[in-house]
């Protein structure tokens, strides 16, 4: 029987039956395979990780290391856990050896002795689904790297906005009640956008398991009063009424301030959205034993019964009105669900149904530790003048930055390619290095190299500001010589830690 289009796939044949191994080559080389043997559970390991074959055929019964323990040491190891195993055995031939040959992660088993037809069409039913499975991966990689390039395209564009509406602030900071109006509403949807843009990312690395949380202890105050202030905008900007009751006992969870905080404000810009203006949303919390529970109540559009299960589903938006649909990408309650889990809690939502509004509730485990002493805020140190350089192939993005920091009394210069900046390093002498990663001539990694080497190295901080914003970008900046990490559009909070003080 010939192979269903494999051509000549790499098959590893484990046996210790010399017998039993050479009939399964022959059959599997007949059939117009390639394969190498090992006659161990060692050497079958070592042969998967150096030639990496599409299938490896593995007899549980081993000299060495038994069969099954060698597929969950290949399913656990990065390097082989792709490689399709087909487990065989003439003497554990029974249902729960079978259980459990599948259950340490082989993707069939066949009790010996397997007829040739048998065993052929089994090994291409397996490739079959290796292919399909290949053939995924590389739409999820395509996918993550589509989402990462549209990210730095859209922050290009999103960072000179931002830094523009700074920049109008400072030189003209008292101006008519609609000219100030104008510039909230650029400021607000500039801030949606961005928000949107790390939802997406904030997807692809939950999906692929690369999030990173900031554990801490955090006050359920804390990070409930941030979410209010997050979301505050559209609420406002909708006439809602929000209720707000929160315990008088102070309650503390253990998680990340940051992404407790974008589970509540997730939640509330929902019910913002699909409540018609005018309308009401409470939030409240209680304790619930080891428990605090924390309820978000809307007299929105609801949810038909139909759709409960499917709303936290990724780009969901059942029960959403069709005229609604272009308020939001159907990830921000996906984002929520995900993020609670990752914190040991559970989201649930009920709604009696169309048009009669929604309650979403959560669950965190609490943080039953004694509370951490009171920190005292230090005073922050007025801006003391220093000589920045700002690099940026994108001009507006370079030119509005340095305006704004001139403002501030700063010693600006600007450069537009990798070429210019170690030009105007030398000869500026700059504290302050702002470097831009994609440049027309030379990538940003190679002129923080060039810089490092320079004889004043050590004489400036240099940072990157740049479009691609994901965990492996910062680390790959680190690794390059930067001293930390600023996905565009700038943060001007994070600008407040080199001592700039900009903004209004």
């Not at 914003?469 to 680190?478: C, I, N, P, V």
Request: hydrophobic fraction near 45%; proline fraction near 5%; glycine fraction near 8%.
């Amino acid at each position: 029987m010939a192979p269903y289009n494999h051509g000549d796939a790499l098959i590893l044949n484990v046996d210790d039956s010399d017998g039993a191994r050479y009939a399964k080559s022959r059959i599997l080389t007949r059939a117009g395979f390639n394969v190498i043997e090992a006659s161990n559970g060692g050497d079958a390991l070592v042969r998967a990780r150096n030639d990496r074959p599409a299938l490896i055929l593995l007899d549980v019964k081993l000299p060495d290391i038994n069969g099954l323990e060698v597929c969950r040491r290949l399913k656990g190891n990065p390097e082989t856990n792709t490689i399709l195993v087909l487990q065989t055995s003439a003497s554990f031939i029974g249902t729960a050896d079978k259980i459990r040959a599948l259950d340490g992660g082989a993707d069939n088993y066949l009790v010996e002795p397997i007829e040739p037809d048998e065993l052929i069409a089994n090994v291409n039913a397996l490739l079959r689904l290796g292919r399909v499975e290949r053939e995924l991966r590389e739409v999820d990689r395509r996918k993550d790297e589509f989402l990462a390039t549209l990210a730095h395209e859209l922050r290009n564009p999103l960072g000179p906005i931002r830094t523009a509406l700074a920049l109008l602030r400072k030189l003209d900071p008292v101006v008519p009640a609609m000219q100030e109006n104008a510039r909230a509403t650029i400021g607000r949807h500039t801030d949606h956008l961005v928000r949107l843009v790390d939802d997406l990312l904030d997807v692809s690395r939950i999906s692929q398991g690369k999030i990173s949380l900031q554990w801490e202890r955090v006050s359920l105050a804390s990070f409930v009063k941030s979410a209010i202030e997050t979301s505050s905008h559209i609420v406002e900007e909708r006439g809602h009424a929000l209720e707000v009751a929160l315990p008088q006992e102070e309650l503390w969870v253990h998680g990340d301030p940051v992404r407790l905080s974008q589970i509540v404000a997730n939640l509330l810009l929902n019910a913002a959205k699909f409540t018609a203006p005018g309308g009401a949303i409470g939030i409240s919390a209680e304790r619930c034993g080891d428990q605090v529970r924390i309820r978000l109540a809307d007299n929105g559009i609801g949810i038909a019964a139909g759709s409960i299960e499917a709303i936290f589903g990724l780009f969901e938006q059942s029960g959403h009105v069709p005229d609604r649909v272009q308020d939001g990408l159907g990830i921000g309650l996906s984002l929520v669900r995900n993020l609670v889990e990752l914190h040991g809690g559970q989201v649930t939502v009920q709604s009696p149904g169309v048009g009669l509004g929604s309650t979403f509730e959560i669950m965190f485990p609490l943080d039953l530790s004694a509370a951490p002493p009171a920190v005292v805020q230090e005073a922050q140190p007025a801006s003391i003048s220093k000589r920045i350089l700002v690099v940026d192939d994108n001009v507006d993005a370079a030119d509005t930055l340095a305006e704004l920091l001139e403002l501030d009394g700063h010693d600006l210069r600007t450069a537009y390619t990798g070429a210019q900046a170690v030009e105007r390093t030398i000869e500026f002498r700059p504290e302050i290095v702002f470097l831009d990663i994609g440049l027309p001539d030379i990538s940003g990694y190679e002129v923080a190299g060039k810089l490092r080497q320079l004889p004043i190295a050590q004489d400036f901080v240099l940072i990157a500001l740049t479009g691609y914003g994901q965990e492996h970008d910062r680390r790959a900046a680190l690794d390059a010589g930067f001293n930390d990490h600023f996905a565009k559009p700038v943060d001007f909070g994070k600008l407040a830690t080199l001592g700039l003080h900009v903004g209004r």
